[in-house]
């Protein structure tokens, strides 16, 4: 017996065995009416009524709908009622400018474009607005999309194809026009059920959706949260005292950050009065870059979270390894419990990396990309000799990865190969530093400088020179800096990490 893996299985179970449970608390403060809370059963009626809607417009199976908005219920339910029923959703970045957007929709070829209210103005009432044969607005044209409650609608069967292109999520276009990674329903299917066990998810659990649900549909956490009866928590703007009264409301467990978010729920114990909600139940996983040591230490000790590191990209879905505390390590000191969390991690099941002669992380696995949308050369590059070629470098030792770093951020000074991640976890060390990003610049001597950029912690004089001398304690010399310079702050991405290209831009225009 054979029977297609598909996203919608998630929902049917939630559907068929938590019908009652509330399974989305909707953002309270948004321009769109709220939701509030609704139940796994109203989610999968409201999500029937969306595909019902697109069947009557003439969107017919692999059509593509484009969906731009923060983190709502809206866009939520949007994973089912339009891949769940055959389409292709294409979950775009709300950070994007209207011509970076107008790119992605173009390129992609989607018929339908949902925007969120709040997005209208820099999206469509503009003198050129974006466009696509059915445009609406979400919380506007609730009734037509999404139906009325109480009532249902009953869409045209799909009968399911494992293979078939569930979502294309667009990356981030660092260094060129971004690429449409399509990811089928067998390997979204995989990535989130993989990832739902790693993580420990049960339908005890609370999941907070701190993690924008575009990237990489939400690491696939909407999926595999569902799949198990989690309420999850919708919250569109990251704050972190807004984060700690969601734990403490809700009775969160579990979310899934970048170190930036992370950073900011840590900022905000200084002035958070009372007990740290979730200390001892919550669990945050972390992944878009290695935070340094004394973060992971701050976490498990001020906050009172577990700290769970993983590491993948979008083109792979994105689970590629875990690193979760391990009984092995119970004995030790919190601070060497702390450096080894620093690790990638080991592989998650399924998983098989590999070291290319030039230091590049290799992975395949059943959850890597189907392809680049319409760009062959792109997707016989990235898969080359049957493994997907991540851009980035590190090393295996005992089973874990760690990265080195990506492939075009290796500083080399005088003949030396310097990790920038290397040289930033030193920095953060220090108390007097918040953030710091690492890059090379063009030196006539030296190739390139080791150059620090620094966000001083609050209320912190540090110099440049403390900084030297506290780096020459842990590294060799010529990996310290040669120079640091104090920024108000570092670029990044609508997930956290560190815009590198943009600063050596800004170096190389000077």
């Known amino acids: 017996m054979f029977y297609p893996l598909t996203v919608l299985d998630f929902l049917d179970r939630a559907e068929t065995v938590y019908p009652e449970r509330i399974g989305l608390v909707d953002e309270p403060d948004q321009t769109a009416p709220s939701w509030g809370e609704i139940t796994y059963g109203e989610l999968a009626r409201r999500a029937r009524h969306q595909a019902a809607w697109l069947d009557s417009i003439g969107v017919e199976t692999g059509g593509r709908v484009a969906v731009v908005s923060h983190n709502a219920s809206r866009m939520l339910t949007s994973f089912y009622g339009v891949a769940g029923y055959g389409r292709v959703y294409v979950p775009i970045n709300f950070r994007l400018s209207a011509a970076e957007v107008r790119y992605i929709v173009e390129h992609s070829g989607a018929e339908v474009l949902l925007v969120d209210p709040e997005l209208r103005a820099t999206l469509l009432d503009i003198d050129e607005p974006i466009t696509a044969r059915t445009v609406r607005v979400l919380g506007e044209d609730d009734e037509e999309i999404f139906g009325r409650p109480g009532t249902d609608a009953t869409p045209c069967p799909w009968a399911g194809d494992e293979s078939a292109t569930a979502t294309i999520n667009y990356t981030s276009g660092t260094t060129a026009r971004p690429k449409g990674v399509q990811q089928t329903h067998r390997a979204t299917w995989i990535n989130a059920t993989v990832f739902a066990l790693h993580a420990g998810l049960t339908d005890r659990d609370v999941y907070l959706h701190t993690l924008p649900m575009f990237h990489a549909n939400g690491w696939g956490m909407p999926f595999g949260t569902t799949g198990v009866g989690v309420p999850q928590v919708v919250i569109r703007k990251i704050d972190g005292t807004e984060i700690l009264r969601r734990v ?249 990490k560190l815009q590198k290209f943009k600063l050596r831009q800004g170096y190389s225009a000077g």
């Open 248 to 496: 403490a409301r809700h009775g969160v467990t579990v979310m899934c950050a970048a170190p930036a978010v992370v950073n900011s729920v840590l900022d905000a114990l200084a002035t958070w009065e009372g007990e740290i909600p979730g200390r001892g139940t919550v669990r945050v996983i972390c992944a878009g870059a290695a935070p340094p040591t004394r973060t992971i230490e701050r976490v498990r000790a001020d906050l009172g979270w577990e700290f769970i590191q993983i590491y993948g990209l979008t083109e792979t879905s994105p689970l590629l390894t875990v690193n979760r505390l391990r009984s092995e390590w119970d004995e030790l000191p919190a601070t060497e419990q702390a450096r080894l969390l620093t690790r990638a991690g080991a592989p998650a099941i399924g998983v098989r990396l590999s070291i290319a002669e030039d230091g590049e992380i290799l992975a395949q696995s059943n959850h890597n990309l189907d392809a680049y949308w319409q760009n062959a050369e792109a997707t016989a590059e990235a898969q080359a000799g049957n493994w997907f070629h991540t851009g980035d470098g590190g090393s295996i030792e005992a089973g874990y990865l760690t990265i080195s770093d990506r492939k075009k951020d290796v500083i080399i000074t005088g003949g030396e190969n310097v990790s920038s991640i290397e040289v930033e976890d030193a920095l953060m060390s220090h108390t007097g530093v918040r953030e710091v990003a690492v890059i090379g610049i063009p030196d006539a001597k030296w190739g390139e400088l080791v150059t620090a950029l620094v966000v001083r912690a609050p209320g912190s004089a540090v110099t440049a020179e403390e900084l030297i001398t506290h780096c020459r304690r842990s590294l060799a010399g010529f990996k310290c800096p040669k120079q640091v310079e104090f920024v108000d702050e570092l670029p990044r991405t609508a997930t956290g």
